[in-house]
């Protein structure tokens, strides 16, 4: 991971537009996919860039089919 990070934050930054967050999409990303890659960041000794953002979709789908 420690030689991955550097390349998946260059490629984030080449596709990010000036002065907007990035936005990360995952469905059940609370429980999985987010702490792994605080993790890994946090293993390498590599801060997430403060303009990344997490959106769990399972909580907008519960939601969604919540019972009346």
């Not at 596709?15 to 967050?21: I, T």
């Amino acid at each position: 991971w420690k030689d991955l990070i550097p390349i998946l934050i260059q490629y984030v930054n080449s596709r990010q537009k000036p002065g907007r967050p990035v936005l990360w999409i995952a469905h059940n990303g609370r429980r999985f996919d987010v702490p792994f890659m605080l993790k890994e960041f946090d293993r390498c000794s590599i801060e997430i860039p403060s303009d990344w953002l997490f959106l769990d979709t399972l909580y907008l789908a519960r939601e969604l089919v919540k019972p009346d």
